[in-house]
């Protein structure tokens, strides 16, 4: 089994920048393709960025516009996304996930999940 546990969330100015970690357990964390998602009261879940075991990266444009940033320490078993100049909008759950196989953007194809973080961006 892998375990997946997301950190960092908190509250924060329009603005302001946070720093999400999710740490993995097992020995294969390398081996596995990690992605961010997040979840608005009411909304859909929506894609937010993945990193592969090399470190090529995928975002939502449409949702990110450039202000986030993944990366991941396969040292520490830990993946990052740093989230600068946060809007009221990012405001949601945000969740971490792995899987097997190249990046993907929907969250069928990722078959572990974190408990989320609670990210709140006041105006």
């Known amino acids: 089994q892998v375990q997946l546990v997301e950190s960092g969330g908190g509250l924060v100015q329009a603005g302001g920048s946070l720093r999400l970690s999710c740490a993995a357990s097992?020995?294969?964390?390398?081996?596995?393709?990690m992605g961010w998602f997040r979840q608005a009261p009411g909304k859909e879940r929506e894609f937010v960025a993945a990193i592969s075991w090399s470190g090529g990266t995928t975002y939502d444009e449409d949702s990110v516009k450039g202000r986030f940033t993944i990366s991941r320490d396969n040292a520490k078993n830990t993946m990052y996304l740093q989230m600068s100049s946060l809007k009221p909008e990012d405001t949601a759950v945000y969740y971490c996930?792995?899987?097997?196989?190249?990046?993907?953007?929907?969250?069928?194809?990722?078959?572990?999940w974190g408990q989320g973080t609670q990210v709140t961006v006041s105006s």
């Open positions: 097992g020995r294969t964390f390398s081996s596995y393709v």
């Open positions: 996930a792995a899987r097997l196989g190249p990046i993907a953007t929907h969250g069928s194809g990722y078959r572990y």
